[in-house]
């Protein structure tokens, strides 16, 4: 018998585990469940992605991870805790970025990082926020106040601002989601290039196939809801660091598409044969 692979050993005692994870929501018919036994192990250091329907649950999944839901039944565990509110071990990032517009962005990144280095010295504090700043392209922006900048600068200073609380998870809402191809582009290269450097441990809710296979270790299906959950997960095996035009000329990598429309297009129209 073959010995399991380093990544099966260390799903054995996941660094996140959403356990029997179910989400219900009053109706006058009763409760009705959205997610239902969603199960879901992730080791130190990958990076997830969680596609799905709309309305599938996939960002409910995600706030609860974050602490800003409550479950009804199960729960989402962090190396052995159990999440239950908000906390500066997770830095998450929405779709549509939430600043202080009368701030800088430089202001914007240090109020988080003020919270969560409570002993560094003021000017240490401003090194790290300028330090990832400046990662993210904004090092020429740094006085700017958030309501003078661009909506793709402002998603910026968002991922500035959750690698800059050295989180041990990142969870990403579809951060690019109201963004232009381009810019779009720019971004989950820059996202790469930290991820690569920091290796936390990412989790993240898109629409987009491509993005998905790009970015991810693995990609976790769900199906549609009422009651949706895990239908499929599939293996990236892209090496990295990651190239985007060396991953559209693998092999796999219109396989790998293949399967994620497929259980899509399966979804759509009512499917859900495809096993957990």
């Given at each position: 018998?073959?010995?399991?692979?380093?990544?099966s050993?260390?799903?054995?005692?996941?660094?996140?585990?959403?356990t029997?994870?179910?989400?219900?929501?009053?109706?006058?018919?009763?409760?009705?469940?959205?997610?239902?036994?969603?199960?879901?192990?992730?080791?130190?250091?990958?990076?997830?992605?969680?596609?799905?329907?709309?309305?599938?649950?996939?960002?409910?999944?995600?706030?609860?991870?974050?602490?800003?839901?409550?479950?009804?039944?199960?729960?989402?565990?962090?190396?052995?805790?159990?999440?239950?509110?908000?906390?500066?071990d997770?830095?998450?990032?929405?779709?549509?970025?939430?600043?202080?517009?009368?701030?800088?962005?430089?202001?914007?990144?240090?109020?988080?990082?003020?919270?969560?280095?409570?002993?560094?010295?003021?000017?240490e504090?401003?090194?790290?926020c300028?330090?990832?700043?400046?990662?993210?392209?904004?090092?020429?922006?740094?006085?700017?106040?958030?309501?003078?900048?661009?909506?793709?600068?402002?998603?910026?200073?968002?991922?500035?601002?959750?690698?800059?609380?050295?989180?041990?998870?990142?969870?990403?809402?579809?951060?690019?989601?109201?963004?232009?191809?381009?810019?779009?582009?720019?971004?989950?290269?820059?996202?790469?290039?930290?991820?690569n450097?920091?290796?936390?441990?990412?989790?993240?809710?898109?629409?987009?196939?491509?993005?998905?296979?790009?970015?991810?270790?693995?990609?976790?299906?769900?199906?549609?809801?009422?009651?949706?959950?895990?239908?499929n997960?599939?293996?990236?095996?892209?090496?990295?660091?990651?190239n985007?035009q060396?991953?559209?000329?693998?092999?796999?990598?219109?396989?790998?598409?293949?399967?994620?429309?497929?259980?899509?297009?399966?979804?759509?129209?009512?499917?859900?044969?495809?096993?957990?």
């Amino acid at each position: 018998m073959p010995e399991p692979d380093s990544m099966s050993m260390e799903l054995l005692n996941p660094f996140l585990h959403f356990t029997d994870t179910t989400k219900e929501y009053p109706s006058p018919n009763g409760p009705i469940a959205v997610v239902e036994g969603f199960e879901l192990r992730i080791a130190k250091g990958e990076f997830i992605t969680i596609i799905g329907h709309s309305g599938c649950g996939k960002s409910t999944m995600l706030m609860v991870a974050a602490g800003l839901n409550k479950v009804s039944r199960g729960g989402v565990i962090l190396q052995n805790r159990l999440i239950e509110e908000p906390g500066p071990d997770r830095g998450v990032v929405f779709q549509s970025p939430s600043l202080f517009p009368w701030m800088t962005a430089l202001q914007n990144v240090l109020i988080g990082v003020d919270q969560v280095r409570p002993n560094d010295s003021h000017k240490e504090r401003v090194a790290v926020c300028k330090h990832y700043l400046e990662r993210v392209g904004l090092g020429d922006s740094l006085n700017k106040k958030a309501s003078e900048l661009s909506i793709g600068m402002k998603q910026r200073v968002s991922l500035a601002r959750a690698f800059a609380l050295k989180p041990k998870l990142l969870l990403l809402d579809e951060p690019f989601g109201m963004l232009d191809s381009l810019t779009r582009a720019d971004l989950q290269e820059i996202l790469l290039d930290i991820w690569n450097t920091e290796k936390i441990t990412a989790l993240m809710v898109t629409h987009d196939v491509d993005e998905a296979l790009y970015l991810s270790d693995r990609v976790v299906m769900m199906t549609s809801g009422p009651r949706a959950h895990v239908g499929n997960i599939l293996k990236v095996n892209f090496e990295r660091p990651r190239n985007k035009q060396e991953v559209i000329e693998h092999p796999d990598y219109y396989v790998h598409r293949g399967t994620l429309i497929g259980f899509l297009e399966s979804e759509s129209y009512g499917d859900h044969s495809v096993a957990a």
